[in-house]
């Protein structure tokens, strides 16, 4: 329930938890983070079990850092002009313009960039870095051509540091891309195999750390890329 | 410090919390959901402030939900087969194929559609929107023909219901379209002017809630969405 913001969305809620417990005959869970004191206080008399995310947490840091919280509501939302928003926008900007192979001389302004084979889970890992982290993340799709050299494709030569692969389940591979172009080449089981087989080899040739989108979730990709390139986050 | 899932990382952790306290003469903050009981008895021998955000939740939890807890550690890494995660990449391939007015005949799948001025935020928000929530989120540019215009676009005609309009500072969107083509009748400032404020008058005219993106965050105006259109969230 977000934008519980004025005494009367707190009796509302109030109110709403009330019928709920009644009806169920159980008090609902309930997981708040305002910071007015007067609304917590109103929360708590419903007929709920509220956990405050904040209320254990505050004296100690009020302690420990010598200063008075500052209880200002909706703090999370007004974030528009600070400098790591407008990172995060200029880093979406610049993944877009480099999605999927476009313009890979602009690849010296990456933080990142991912390689993989057609719909291996590029694009969503790299939009999920920049929107979430600000970081500046590029993709670049290996093509039959790239995955029968034995080097690396020549864009990405000049940046074997900041290169991770991304490779994926060839069965799952081939039920993704049947979905866009049916019982083609570009989707049999057998080309999924050889395109999968051979980027792991690329990957593993030119020591390039690589992850399974099938089986690792693209939020943990993303961290894992950050720890790795010792990348500092830019988020909320 | 993510990834600290084994005791000679918590270890390692507690040496480098101690050497921080030792050099900066202040004991360091640190959160914390580490769920393993052991590796948090030794977290909290570091000299630091440990704020543990699960420890205070978990035995109510516990008790007024009558099961213990699983304890199991990276559960918010392995979400890849959850119907959840597959839901937010359908979506996210729904909004990138209908992203700056693409298959405008796609819509009856969206369940929101963003129009505004180019470079008003709608591939930011929308991309946001489906990554984040799993919302189908299209958008739709409102060019200089649809803005002579008094009713709505053709494309959008059908869809009254799930539109929300964005605009922006016309001062921040000339200093934004300068950057793509300088010196341009696009990037002036009274063209700037004139389309912001024909977007205003179309969307005021055909009762379509709007947000200045100039003012108000990504996430922000994703929550209003979200809220508006009574939409479930599919996150994590």
């Known amino acids: 329930m977000p934008f519980v913001d004025t005494l009367e969305r707190v009796l509302e809620v109030v109110n709403a938890l009330n019928e709920i417990a009644n009806k169920e005959r159980k008090r609902p869970v309930v997981f708040t983070t305002m910071i007015n004191a007067e609304f917590r206080r109103q929360l708590q008399s419903a007929n709920a079990i509220v956990l405050d995310f904040f209320e254990p947490f505050i004296g100690t840091l009020e302690g420990a850092l010598g200063v008075s919280s500052a209880q200002r509501i909706g703090g999370s939302h007004g974030l528009v002009n600070q400098p790591d928003y407008q990172r995060r926008i200029d880093a979406l900007n610049f993944t877009l313009n480099t999605d999927d192979g476009l313009h890979t001389r602009q690849y010296a302004g990456a933080d990142v960039v991912l390689m993989g084979v057609s719909r291996s889970g590029k694009t969503p890992t790299c939009l999920y870095l920049a929107l979430q982290y600000g970081v500046q993340a590029s993709n670049y799709p290996l093509t039959e051509e790239d995955l029968v050299q034995p080097s690396l494709p020549t864009p990405l030569q000049p940046h074997q540091p900041k290169l ?73």
Chains 1, 2 share one sequence.
């Open 164 to 236: 991770y692969g991304l490779t994926i389940d060839p069965y799952r591979l081939h039920q993704i891309r049947s979905g866009r172009r049916p019982n083609s080449h570009y989707a049999s089981i057998e080309n999924c195999q050889d395109e999968t087989r051979r980027a792991e080899t690329l990957f593993r040739r030119n020591q390039i750390p690589y992850v399974n989108t099938s089986t690792v979730s693209i939020e943990e990709i993303a961290a894992r890329i950050l720890q790795k390139a010792g990348l500092k986050r830019y988020s909320l």
